[in-house]
Each structure stands twice: as structure tokens, then as C-alpha cells.
């Protein structure tokens, strides 16, 4: 299968890219990504020389340039977003033009173009925060909270519309929080290990009691492969660990510093950075399950090997953390 990446220099986007070239040796791959603050080809630097790996620059706003990297390809996986919950807080504008405006050229390109597979990478932030014991699940009503899990729903909403009108051939994905290498380090599990790494406190927000059901990247891009190679078109998956018992943000920062060896000194409470925040996410993955899909790690074990990621590849994040990076902090955590 020949297939078109888009966003593929993100953090999603090249675990993707890596997991379809290290498991199908027939495949080839085009990365379409405009190299935001947030794409980084030093990602995918072993595939730099591998002629089944291309670049492209562009940006999905721009139709005739996504048409023209999309010649000749077979499937393409749609993972170009803004994807930050507190910067769409401090400015939605691209979070709406990349997201809204780019998707729907991507589609108008898989649609004129007569290619036979699209995945609109989505979220399950789309669904708004869940109360317990209850999970979100395919189906339900979009409650989204933030500018960006909107531009998601609004994202998604063109796919169901293109999908119901033209019979386009659009499968949706929506995983709970990813973790793993390659994580731009604004996340909080990024954030707060490489804090940690440079014995700086970690910025828990609102007292930590939100939870979020962390899945190893790995996990999630062996779903979207599944999904891509045997899901029905027109269906949306919904992808998730499901935790279980399920960790609160305090919780889970305990975890990293325990593997840290540091003490909860670190944690720094901070109040009032996310307007919005959602307090809990929780969705249904049987569909997926159905299909013969299950992650491979558990929290404790993805959370060892990430951790041990970002300590073997200190100048990888000490120059992402450079640069632009800095003005963000700051204004992000008031310091
Ligand atoms: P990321 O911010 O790490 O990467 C986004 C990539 O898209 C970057 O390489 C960037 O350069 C590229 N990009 C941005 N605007 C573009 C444009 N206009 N044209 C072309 N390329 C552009 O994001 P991520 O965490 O890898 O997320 C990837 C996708 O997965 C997003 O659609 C996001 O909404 C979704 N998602 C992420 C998570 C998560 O936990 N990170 C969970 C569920 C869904
Ligand atoms: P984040 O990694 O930004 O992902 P998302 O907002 O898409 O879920 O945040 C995950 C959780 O961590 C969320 O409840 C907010 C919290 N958080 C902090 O406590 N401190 C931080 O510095 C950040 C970035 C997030």
C-alpha cells in the first residue's frame, strides 16, 4: 500500500510512519506536513535515505498542493492538526484553519482524486468530559469543551457529511491521550518529565484530579493500522487502554516520579491555566476490540520505556525546548 501521511513529522504522525515502515516492507509513505512548531523531521531521521519514505512540505490548507502529493497513493491518514488544548485557548485561528478548513481539502482531495481510503484522525475530547461510572461511545452527541476538541467535532462533522453525501470513503479514529517518544514536550507527560529531567517543578493543574486514560502511541498506531486494512468504511472507532482502576493526573505524575526516583516536592499545584478543563474522559473501545485490536503495554511499563526514552535522547528535546518554545512557557505558566 502506497499511503499519504499527513502531519507525519508530529508526534502521532511519525510513530506512524515508523510502525508502517518497520511492519510492512511493501509499503511506501508520503509525509505531507507543514513543519509547525510542532513537526520535527529529526522524528523520522532513520528513514531519511529509505526510498519507501518521502517528504513533502506543504500545508493541508492548500489544495492543490495535497492533490499533488496524493497522486498515485492508495490510502491516505489524516493526522495534520494543531492539537494543544491551552494554546487554542490562547488562540483559536489556526486551530479552526488547520483543522475545519485543511480536513475539508483533504477530502475534497480524496474525493476528486478517487482515492479508495481516507482516516480522519480524530479524539475523544470531542465528546466532552464523561461522569463516572459512565463511558463516551460511538454514537453519542459532540460536547466539546475547548476551541480545539470544536475544530475536531467540526472536523468531523464534514467527514460524517462528505461520508452521508458522496459516499466518501472516510473511517474515523478517536484515541484517548497518547504518550510515548517523540511527544512535544508541552503535554504534561513530556512536560513533566523532561522538567524533572532538568530538576525544574512540574505544573500540576487544578489539583490534579482529572483523569485521562493514557494509551501507549504504539498502541494507538497499531489501531489506526487495523482500521485502515479491515475497519468499514464510513465507521468511526473509538480507541482506548481503559485503564484499569483509572489514574488521576496526580496520580499518573506520582508514577513518573517514582520511576524518577524524585520526590512529590516536584509537583508545584497551579490553579486557573485551563478555563474548561474537562474532568474526566472515558470512552467505549469494544468496536475496535471486535475487530482483534488490544494494547500491548501497560501504564506502568509505557510510562518505563517513555521515560527512558527522553533520558537516552536529551538533545532531541533540550533543542525542541529551545528556541520558540521559551516565549511559549512563559506565557503559558505565567513565569
Ligand atoms: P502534533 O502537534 O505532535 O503534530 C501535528 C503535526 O501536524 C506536526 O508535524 C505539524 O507540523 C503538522 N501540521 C500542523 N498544521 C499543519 C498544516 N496546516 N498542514 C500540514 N501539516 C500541519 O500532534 P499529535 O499529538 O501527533 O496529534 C496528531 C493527530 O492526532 C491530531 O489530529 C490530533 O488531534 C490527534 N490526536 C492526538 C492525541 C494526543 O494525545 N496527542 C489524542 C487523540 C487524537
Ligand atoms: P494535555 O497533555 O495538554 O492533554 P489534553 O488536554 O489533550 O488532555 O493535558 C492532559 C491533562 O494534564 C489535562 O487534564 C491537563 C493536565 N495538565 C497539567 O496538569 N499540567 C500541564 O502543564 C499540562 C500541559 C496539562
Request: proline content about 4%.
Amino acid at each position: 500500500m502506497n499511503i499519504l501521511v499527513t502531519g507525519g513529522a508530529g508526534f502521532i504522525g511519525s510513530n506512524f510512519i515508523r510502525y508502517i515502515l518497520q511492519n510492512y516492507l511493501e509499503d511506501s509513505v508520503v509525509n505531507f506536513d507543514k513543519l509547525t512548531y510542532a513537526g520535527n523531521l529529526e522524528n523520522l531521521q532513520e528513514f531519511k535515505d529509505d526510498k519507501r519514505y518521502s517528504f513533502i512540505k506543504g500545508d493541508v490548507c492548500d489544495y492543490d498542493a495535497v492533490a499533488g502529493a496524493s497522486q498515485g497513493v492508495d490510502a491516505v491518514v489524516h493526522f495534520a492538526a494543531e492539537s494543544h488544548v491551552d494554546r487554542s485557548i490562547h488562540a483559536s485561528h489556526e486551530f479552526i484553519r488547520t483543522n475545519v478548513f485543511g480536513t475539508q481539502v483533504v477530502i475534497d482531495a480524496v474525493r476528486e482524486l478517487g482515492i479508495k481510503k481516507m482516516i480522519l484522525v480524530s479524539t475523544d475530547e470531542v465528546y466532552g468530559d464523561v461522569e463516572k461510572p459512565r463511558k463516551s461511545k460511538d454514537g453519542d452527541p459532540f460536547k466539546p469543551s475547548s476551541p480545539y476538541s470544536a475544530s475536531k467535532a467540526a472536523a468531523e462533522s464534514l467527514a460524517i457529511a462528505a461520508i452521508r453525501t458522496h459516499e466518501a470513503p472516510i473511517m474515523i479514529t478517536r484515541s484517548t491521550n497518547n504518550y510515548g517518544p517523540y511527544q512535544f514536550p508541552e503535554k504534561i507527560l513530556p512536560l513533566f518529565i523532561t522538567n524533572v529531567l532538568e530538576d525544574k517543578k512540574v505544573p500540576l493543574y487544578d489539583g490534579g484530579t482529572q483523569i485521562r486514560d493514557w494509551l501507549y502511541v504504539e498502541d494507538n498506531c497499531s489501531a489506526i493500522d487495523l482500521v485502515l486494512r479491515h475497519g468499514t468504511l464510513g465507521e468511526a472507532y473509538d480507541i482506548a487502554a481503559e485503564n484499569d482502576p483509572e489514574v488521576t493526573n496526580r496520580e499518573v505524575t506520582e508514577m513518573v516520579l517514582d520511576i524518577l526516583g524524585k520526590g512529590r516536592d516536584f509537583i508545584q499545584d497551579v490553579w486557573g491555566l485551563r478555563p474548561g478543563h474537562d474532568q474526566r474522559y472515558a470512552v467505549d473501545s469494544s468496536k475496535i476490540r471486535a475487530l482483534g485490536w488490544k494494547p500491548s503495554v501497560s501504564l506502568a511499563e509505557g510510562l518505563k520505556q517513555t521515560v527512558t526514552w527522553y533520558q537516552g535522547n536529551e538533545g532531541w528535546w533540550k533543542r525542541v525546548k529551545s528556541g520558540e518554545y521559551q516565549e511559549y512557557y512563559k506565557k503559558q505558566y505565567r513565569v
